[in-house]
């Protein structure tokens, strides 16, 4: 943990501010990584399943992005992981704001062979908000990958410009010129459990997987101050009848499901009526912070 307890230490922040992103080594111990990798296997087969026989996953790897798969997945564990008590104390710390939601979530598996994974340098905003980045942090799009698997340059290690290279690139310029700026990029490598944390006006890419048998299992999440309502990459609504959905607002706090815009206790959404039929449409939900929150 950093020196800070849940929070970035005063040089991950200082690198944070510096390069626009820090890798955080030690976010899930490797139980944990290891634990959650089999979740995303639920979803999507692992490397032996894959690599038995390729072609009759075609379909996952036809594109660089067939593999991805949003929020809420099958494995209840791995949904938590969005709500991660350091991750959501980071992106807390990095935004200055008590509260927060996310606003994209995405597991993407990959695996060698039928695909490039390969891309130019861009900055992430293009297709998450439809304005420009801003440097005000409160403002910022914190965006996260945490990868399930080692990560190194055999198999697609995420590689990130530190944002000192691009300070000539106005913010509202989403590309390079393919090769510009690969003199200075660093791959961000690191063991099962890292967490990658970047704003979008950080130029990076993905890199392709080198190994034949190679894979990657990430997950992809991105935050925003609850009042930056211009970014808006995913919305949860439309996933209420999902078992997953269900199984993950019925079971969370109150403190984590504001992360899907559910109002905190003591809004004023919270009367006899709301707090009632909530139990009903979600049996074995708790709603006694929201009772005594009245
Ligand atoms: O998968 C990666 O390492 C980076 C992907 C990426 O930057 C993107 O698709 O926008």
Request: net charge negative; proline share 6%; aromatic share 10%.
């Amino acid at each position: 943990m950093g020196q800070n307890g849940l929070v970035l230490s005063a040089t991950q922040l200082q690198r944070f501010n510096d390069d626009g992103f820090v890798l955080v080594p030690d976010m899930l111990g490797a139980d944990e990584a290891e634990a959650l990798l089999h979740g995303a296997w639920e979803q999507f087969p692992s490397p032996e399943q894959y690599f038995a026989d390729p072609e009759a996953f075609a379909d996952l790897t036809n594109t660089p992005f067939s593999g991805l798969a949003n929020f809420p997945w099958t494995s209840a564990a791995l949904n938590r992981l969005v709500a991660h008590p350091r991750i959501v104390a980071i992106v807390h710390q990095i935004l200055g704001v008590d509260d927060i939601r996310l606003y994209k979530g995405e597991l993407w598996a990959k695996y060698a062979g039928n695909t490039d994974y390969d891309q130019h340098h861009h900055r992430d905003f293009g297709n998450h908000t439809l304005v420009v980045p801003t440097v005000e942090r409160r403002w910022m799009q914190v965006t996260t990958f945490t990868y399930l698997c080692d990560i190194d340059e055999h198999n697609g290690a995420t590689a990130i410009v530190p944002k000192q290279f691009s300070a000539h690139i106005p913010l509202g310029q989403r590309r390079t010129q393919p090769g510009e700026l690969r003199d200075h990029e660093v791959l961000g490598r690191g063991r099962a459990g890292t967490t990658l944390f970047y704003s979008t006006e950080v130029f990076h890419r993905a890199t392709s997987l080198k190994s034949p048998d190679a894979s990657r299992f990430t997950i992809l999440a991105d935050y925003k101050a609850a009042d930056a309502s211009w970014t808006n990459k995913q919305a949860f609504g439309h996933l209420g009848q999902r078992p997953e959905m269900i199984e993950f607002v019925t079971n969370v706090d109150a403190g984590t499901r504001t992360l899907l815009d559910i109002p905190a206790p003591g809004h004023l959404y919270w009367t006899e009526q709301t707090i009632d039929d909530m139990e009903i449409r979600y049996p074995g939900i708790d709603m006694d912070p929201y009772r005594s929150a009245r």
